[in-house]
């Protein structure tokens, strides 16, 4: 793995705060270029608004966030877009509009990083359509497809773009295991594909330890430890060891 002096994000002490409530604390955090990192941990952690913070949908009050070595909090919104368009990112529930048809999902996804033709996007989204596993399925409704395709139709949308860096927020969420394993295997294809970072948020254990350079847990919040997957699997922290085990008892609280 490449050396952690090559990171391409990092966070160092992030707090965030929403309406008085702290979701984020002291995050220290560096991905290496082309690694994939997994975060784990359970609902409401705050492993979805680590995310949206490091694309900058949220700002943080505390701490500095660089993304390919540019400080994201000190931004213009320009600036901002202009940094993500090496940026994508795969919604939980894929992001589909229920209106739009497949390909125009995926051009709505794309049209404001390309000054091109409507034929030139429609080009560019079947190309995404077919890389992601689906064929002739531009002029369906996301109704029309299953859950599984609508997920491969969520990550063609964030791929189109041939993003540096991917984040993917539990794409085999509502998968049976084999769908899941599938996209896990999409997913791999991409990283060698496109070269690029990713981190992923996932419950799924067999896709971190199919995907994963490093898995991180979050605990309310907080970052408890990020290892590798050998380290992860074996670690006798009683965070860790209750979080694989799904115990009831232990430091992570079950109800909030």
């Not at 793995?1 to 604390?25: A, G, P, R, T, V």
């Not at 919104?77 to 048809?101: A, C, H, P, T, W």
């Not at 990283?191 to 350079?213: G, N, R």
């Not at 670690?235 to 694989?244: A, G, H, N, T």
């Amino acid at each position: 793995m490449n050396n952690l002096n090559n990171s391409i994000i990092s966070l160092e002490n992030i707090y965030l705060n929403i309406d008085n409530k702290e979701i984020l604390k002291n995050i220290n955090l560096k991905v290496n270029k082309k690694e994939t990192l997994v975060i784990m941990g359970k609902n409401g952690c705050g492993k979805t608004m680590l995310l949206k913070t490091i694309v900058g949908i949220f700002k943080p009050q505390e701490g500095l966030i660089s993304v390919f070595n540019k400080n994201i909090n000190s931004l213009k919104n320009r600036d901002l877009d202009e940094l993500r368009k090496d940026i994508g990112y795969v919604f939980q529930k894929s992001g589909l509009f229920d209106s739009m048809s497949i390909a125009e999902n995926v051009i709505f996804g794309i049209q404001r990083f390309y000054k091109k033709s409507f034929n030139e996007l429609l080009k560019i989204a079947t190309n995404s359509l077919n890389k992601a596993g689906l064929k002739d399925v531009e002029n369906k409704l996301p109704s029309e497809l299953s859950g599984g395709m609508q997920k491969r139709a969520g990550i063609a949308r964030a791929i189109a773009i041939e993003p540096k860096i991917l984040l993917m927020d539990d794409p085999t969420a509502g998968l049976d295991p084999v769908l899941s394993d599938a996209i896990a295997d999409l997913i791999l294809e991409i990283k060698e594909s496109l070269q690029s970072t990713f981190i992923i948020v996932t419950h799924d254990f067999k896709l971190a330890y199919k995907l994963a350079d490093r898995i991180a847990l979050m605990v309310n919040g907080e970052l408890k430890g990020i290892h590798t997957i050998d380290d992860f699997k074996n670690l006798d922290d009683p965070y860790f060891v209750q979080f694989r085990e799904g115990a009831l008892t232990g430091p992570i609280p079950v109800v909030e």
